[in-house]
């Protein structure tokens, strides 16, 4: 979708360095997410953000963090990777809570060697 | 138990025929969403429904609130319909709104 934005597509880093992905829109949308996709599991929710500099964690928050300046971008960063980190990761925004669809990116293919 | 399940886990089928995809929740719920994805492909929202049924062109969603179920027909399906196929359900937990993704449903269409 055009309206929303995932960079970089692929990235291969090694064990013990940030990593940082972005998320950008257009559509001027409030709510902004970050989910990781593994074989077995369905998408889980790393992070979320509400609004500029208000973000709150999701189920598998440990090793991410998250920043939100700007409605448009959305900042997921691995701290410090780790293997059990290598996973797809899409963004995904919505006009608003509860009744509301989901846009999904493109997704970012991680792999920490 | 997950607190969302779909069946089948895999489902093949000819071109043309009918198919039936189920999704079935434990909790309460506000929405409930399908999703389509292709092969190394991204996400696409097809239907977000809280009630009764929605269409959109050869797809149908349904929802029974009361039995915690919702189904996705697919008509007269095409090879391009192979993909798969992920149920997520929403709910408010204190100040936001959580949403459980389901581990979706592997379908291909043989020509």
């Known amino acids: 979708d055009a309206g929303i934005t995932q960079s970089p597509r692929h990235k291969v880093t090694e064990t013990g360095t940030p990593v940082t992905l972005r998320c950008h829109q257009t559509?001027?949308?409030?709510?902004m997410y970050w989910y990781r996709q593994d074989p077995g599991h369905g998408l889980r929710l790393i992070h979320y953000?509400?609004?500029?500099?208000?973000?709150d964690k999701g189920e598998v928050s440990d090793g991410y963090s998250v920043s939100r300046s700007k409605t448009e971008d959305f900042l997921l960063t691995l701290e410090s990777a780790t293997s059990s980190q290598t996973s797809v990761y899409f963004c995904?925004?919505?006009?608003?809570?509860?009744?509301?669809?989901?846009?999904f990116g493109s997704g970012t293919r991680l792999t920490v060697v | 138990k997950n607190e969302v399940e779909q069946s089948p886990q895999n489902l093949t089928a000819q071109e043309g025929e009918f198919i039936t995809i189920n999704c079935s929740y434990s909790?309460?719920?506000?929405?409930l969403h399908w999703l389509q994805q292709h092969p190394g492909g991204g996400i696409v929202s097809l239907f977000m429904?809280?009630?009764g049924k929605k269409k959109h062109g050869r797809l149908i969603a349904t929802i029974n609130i009361q039995e915690k179920h919702s189904s996705l027909h697919i008509t007269a399906s095409h090879p391009r319909d192979s993909a798969v196929y992920i149920c997520?359900?929403?709910?408010?937990?204190?100040?936001?709104?959580?949403?459980?993704f389901g581990p979706g449903t592997s379908l291909s269409v043989i020509p």
């Open positions: 995904a925004i919505r006009q608003g809570a509860l009744n509301y669809g989901y846009t």
């Open positions: 559509e001027n949308h409030r709510y």
């Open positions: 953000s509400y609004g500029v500099k208000d973000t």
């Open positions: 909790v309460g719920i506000s929405a």
């Open positions: 429904l809280s009630s």
């Open positions: 997520a359900v929403g709910y408010v937990k204190t100040s936001y709104d959580k949403v459980i």
